[in-house]
Each structure stands twice: as structure tokens, then as C-alpha cells.
């Protein structure tokens, strides 16, 4: 196969959703389609149920958990589609975010009964930001739910997507009697306990036939043909560009763990959904066709065996094909590197890889040396963008407990920060530490893995902050009069940029009307 046949059959997206609104069990079925796993239950559910927020043990098992199924890939219908996994919980919501970053399309699972939740509204509006193309599944149909139009006016609202359902359903629950295919116009039946794809589909091409109202019953027919031609009406035609650009997206109905609508889904994504896209660095874009290698790392994981202290760092390709063994430039360090195992994960599975192209990841062991965000290349100095750290919402003060273990501690901290479990802060004033995570769990998460795998030991004390901005300013005096006079709210990041601590929400709507030339941003890449 030639390297542009090689580029066009990869597909690389990510599913969100809510916890709990089926992302492992819909994961696990497009798996058995494309025969990637033989059994159900062969993915494991990567959330860390809400219930034991701080159990560590729970905590290990999700980080082995989440390096096996890191990503997961499988051919279909001649296509090489790759799942990039997001954890379920939301205190590692900046992991899905910086994994969305190595996608080129999302499906986003949709509960029937609880609509658009919370996260799956902050997951949407990162996806927005980069018009990254949106399918989405509306899951759990065989249980009873919102009215499917209500749902989609949900998607519209909360979500901000122009949205053309594709498939939609015949009843809901108790009466659910399958989906009508949209796309491919045809009618499939839900035979709950056959639990068989396939075995009720019809071809409908015309809805007033009567095949329609011997199957369904005439008052299920009659509704369905209403509700389809006010779709018809209401809803603009669907065109695969417009999804590709990131402007309409569209809607599946089904029921994951019964596999109904799966198939269709499937069959759609791999049509309509895009092929490697080009990244964004801060020299130029970069083209997927392009002959020369290039890739960003987007997640670091640690090694689960605590006597090998190699983390795996997740590199996305970009452009080019990427060869084991073979001397590749890690742009930061300056320095070349090359890789004698890059290896690729599926379930219990490790392979190591050879060849990797535009669109695949590949794991790569590492003793330190890279961060999130750092490239590879084959001697071009490249620097990825839109792969940002986002303002943390809960701080606190870190001590070292045990001063004679000052500089493991110090080790252990900077490694997770390039690991991007947390940031640190550096506080101008007394240089006191602060770290910031988006969730609590973060924090537990450090102290029990500096004392594991560094053998150091920290506690913390609490310091009041509603946010940390990072602040710019076209002119430098007055950045450095704000930082000035702001003194004892000013810290500094990992990369000595400035951060304005602030204490609530009217002190930084203060420090912004004071100060109107500074700019205050709540992603570190402004
Ligand atoms: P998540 O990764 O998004 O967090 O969700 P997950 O797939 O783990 O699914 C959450 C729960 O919803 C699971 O039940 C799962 O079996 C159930 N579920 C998924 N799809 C459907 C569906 O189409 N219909 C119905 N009725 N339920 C569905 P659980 O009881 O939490 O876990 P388990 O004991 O079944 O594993």
C-alpha cells in the first residue's frame, strides 16, 4: 500500500461523554465489529467509580486500565480506525482535553434519559474551539427517556450544534421498536433478546409503503412518518462537507449495550468521518502528505511497575511515516533520539511497532525526557500548537515533609507536572509552591505517587484562590507595572510565564478594569 493509500484509510477520533452514559460499552462493541476482541467484556470500564473518589488502589487500577486501552485500533471495511481513549472521570478532564487534540473527529454519547450533562457540555466546547467534527449517539433507547425533538433542541442549546439526526427512533423504552435509518433509508427492528445486529433490517425507501405499518403497527408508522418529514422540514440536508468543517453534526439513536444502531453509526462514521487533518504549529502547518516525519506527544503515562520508573509518552504522527530504531530530533531537548520499541497497546496486548503513519499513535518508553506538547521531527525545529494547560480551579500550598528527601521531591514534582497530572506555581513572594489541579482527586493522586515511585513525602495547606490567569500585555512597561504593583498575586508556571493568582471573582473583574491593557487568560497558549 502506498503512503497516501495508508493516510486515506486512517481514522483517528476520540468518544465522550458524561460518566455513565455508555462510552466503554459503545467502545467495546465498534471493537467486536471490526473483531479487534472476540468477547464483551474485554475492555474494562476505565472510570474510577464516583463513589470512592480517593481509593488509591482504584487510582492504580485506572492507570493500567488506561495505558491497555490507550488506544485501540481496528480495520473496518478497509479502514483503519483508531479510538483514542478519555478517562470517564472528571477530575482527569484536562487528559481528555490534551487527547482531543490528537483526534481528528469526536462522538459524543448522549444518555436518552439525562440529556446533555454537565461535562459533556466543557468536552463540546473544547471540540468547538477547533471545530473538530461532531457525530453524536443518543444511547440507552431501550430504556424510557426524553422526547427524541426535545433532545435534539437540547443538543442545539446546550451544546451550540447545528445538528440533522440521521437515524431516528421508532418508540422509546418499553415501546421501543428500533431506528429508522436515515441515511440509508431503510427501517431496523430492535429484537431485544436477540441481541443479533442485522437480523431486523428492512429497506424502506418510500415511508408510506405498508410495509411500514405491518411492521411497526399503524400508529408507530404514521408517527414516524411525521416525524420524518418534519425533519425533512425543519432540519437543514445533510452534507459531508458542512460535518468536515465542523458546522453541523450529525445525530444516531440507539442502544449500545444491546448493539442496536451501532452498525449504523459505524457505517456512517467510516463514510463521512475525516481522514488524518493537518496540525497547526507556531512555524507553519503541517500536512499530513508531507514525506518528512513529524509527531507531538499529548499524553505521558507512568509505569505501573514500580521498579521500572519509564513513563510511556503517546506520540501522535502527523506527517510522514515514522521508523523504529531510526534517529528522530526532539526539538526541546535539541537532541536526537531514536525508539527501539515504540509500541502500540490493544486490551491486554502490547506490539511493538514499525511503521507508523499520519493519524496512529505509538507509545514510546521514556526515562524523562519528554513533556506534553514536545515534538518530534526529522531535524525541523517545529513547535505544535493548541495543546494548552487549562486554568485550575482548586489550590493548594505544597510542603516537603521530609527534608531529607528535598530533591526527590523536588524530581518527583516536576515529572508529574510534564506529565500534566497538575501545574505548579511558583508564588514571586516568599517562593512558596502552589499547585493547581482541575479536580480534587489530583491531589491525592501526587502524594501517593511521590511517595511511591519517589520515595518522597509532601502535605498540603490549604490557600484560598478562585483562579490563576495567565496575563500578557503588548507593552511590556505596563505588564511589568500591573506585575509590580500585583506582587503578592503574581506566580509564575513551569515555564516562568506569569500567572495572576486570584482570590475570587471580583478580584480579578477588579485587577481587569484597573489594569484594561493587561490581558488575563485562562489557557497558558494565548
Ligand atoms: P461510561 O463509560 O460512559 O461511563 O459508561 P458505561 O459504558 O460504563 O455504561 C454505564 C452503564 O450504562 C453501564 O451499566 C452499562 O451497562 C449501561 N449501558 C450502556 N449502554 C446501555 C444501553 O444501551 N441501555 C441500557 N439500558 N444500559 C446501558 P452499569 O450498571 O453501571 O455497569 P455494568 O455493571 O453494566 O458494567
Known amino acids: 500500500m502506498s503512503f497516501l493509500e495508508e493516510i486515506e484509510r486512517r481514522k483517528t477520533f476520540g468518544i465522550i461523554s458524561h460518566p455513565d452514559a455508555g462510552k466503554t460499552t459503545l467502545t467495546e462493541k465498534l471493537l467486536l465489529f471490526g473483531g479487534a476482541i472476540q468477547i464483551a467484556g474485554a475492555v474494562k470500564s476505565n472510570k474510577i467509580k464516583k463513589s470512592a473518589t480517593s481509593d488509591f488502589m482504584d487510582i492504580e487500577r485506572q492507570r493500567g486500565i488506561s495505558v491497555a ?35 481528528d473527529s469526536v462522538i459524543v454519547v448522549i444518555d436518552v434519559a439525562k440529556g446533555v450533562e454537565t461535562q459533556t457540555e466543557k468536552l463540546v466546547k473544547v471540540c468547538r474551539m477547533r471545530d473538530t ?23 442545539e442549546e446546550k451544546l451550540g450544534l447545528l445538528v440533522r439526526p440521521l437515524s431516528w427512533p421508532v418508540g422509546m423504552g418499553q415501546d421501543f421498536q428500533g431506528v429508522y435509518n436515515i ?22 425507501k418510500d415511508l408510506s409503503n405498508e410495509t411500514l405499518d405491518n411492521e411497526v403497527g399503524e400508529r408507530a408508522a404514521n408517527k414516524l412518518r411525521e416525524e420524518i418529514e418534519m425533519i425533512n422540514e425543519v432540519y437543514p440536508t445533510f452534507e459531508k462537507e458542512d460535518y468536515l468543517e465542523g458546522l453541523l453534526s450529525p445525530v444516531f439513536f440507539g442502544s449500545a449495550i444491546n448493539n442496536f444502531g451501532v452498525k449504523e453509526l459505524l457505517d456512517c462514521f467510516v463514510d463521512i468521518a475525516p481522514t488524518p487533518l493537518p496540525r497547526i504549529t507556531e512555524e507553519r502547518k503541517i500536512d499530513p502528505t508531507e514525506d518528512k516525519f513529524s ?98 480551579e482548586q489550590f493548594r500550598y505544597v510542603l516537603n515533609t521530609d527534608p531529607m528527601k528535598s530533591k526527590q521531591l523536588n524530581k518527583g514534582l516536576l515529572q508529574l507536572m510534564d506529565e500534566g497530572v497538575a501545574q505548579l506555581f511558583t508564588k514571586e513572594v516568599g517562593n512558596r509552591q502552589i499547585i493547581g489541579t482541575v479536580g480534587a482527586l489530583q491531589f491525592d493522586v501526587i502524594q501517593y505517587r511521590l511517595k511511591h515511585e519517589y520515595g518522597a513525602s509532601c502535605s498540603y495547606e490549604p490557600v484560598h484562590l478562585h483562579k490563576a490567569c495567565w496575563v500578557s500585555c503588548e507593552d511590556t512597561t505596563k505588564l511589568n507595572a500591573f ?13 516562568k510565564n506569569p500567572v495572576f493568582l486570584a482570590e475570587s471573582a471580583w478580584t480579578l473583574q477588579m485587577a481587569q478594569e484597573n489594569f484594561p491593557d493587561v490581558q488575563f487568560h485562562f489557557t497558558s497558549e494565548y
Open 483 to 495: 506585575l509590580s504593583r500585583r506582587k503578592r498575586d503574581i506566580a509564575y508556571d513551569k515555564d
Open 133 to 155: 467534527p461532531i457525530i453524536v449517539f443518543i444511547n440507552k433507547l431501550d430504556r424510557e427517556g426524553k422526547d427524541a425533538f426535545d433532545l435534539i433542541d437540547e443538543l
Open 183 to 204: 441515511y440509508e433509508q431503510k427501517l431496523v427492528l430492535f429484537r431485544p433478546h436477540s441481541k443479533q445486529q442485522g437480523d431486523g433490517s428492512i429497506e424502506i
Open 295 to 392: 509527531g507531538f506527544v499529548f499524553k505521558i503515562h507512568a509505569n505501573m511497575d514500580p521498579k521500572h520508573r519509564d513513563r510511556i509518552a503517546f506520540l501522535r504522527i502527523c506527517s510522514g511515516t515514522f521508523i523504529r530504531n531510526t534517529n528522530y530530533l526532539h526539538v526541546r531537548k535539541e537532541k536526537k533520539m531514536k525508539f527501539s520499541n515504540p509500541t502500540s497497546f490493544m486490551a491486554a496486548k502490547k506490539t511493538i511497532v514499525e511503521k507508523a503513519y499520519p493519524g496512529d499513535v505509538v507509545g514510546l518508553y521514556d526515562s524523562g525526557n519528554f513533556k506534553i506538547g514536545d515534538a518530534l521531527t526529522e531535524g525541523e525545529k517545529l513547535h505544535f500548537k493548541g495543546i494548552p494547560s487549562f486554568s485550575p
Open 69 to 103: 486501552t490507550s488506544v485501540m485500533a481496528f480495520d473496518y471495511r478497509g479502514k483503519k480506525i483508531n479510538i483514542l481513549d478519555t478517562p470517564g472521570h472528571q477530575d482527569f478532564q484536562e487528559d481528555t482535553f490534551r487527547t482531543l487534540t490528537a483526534v
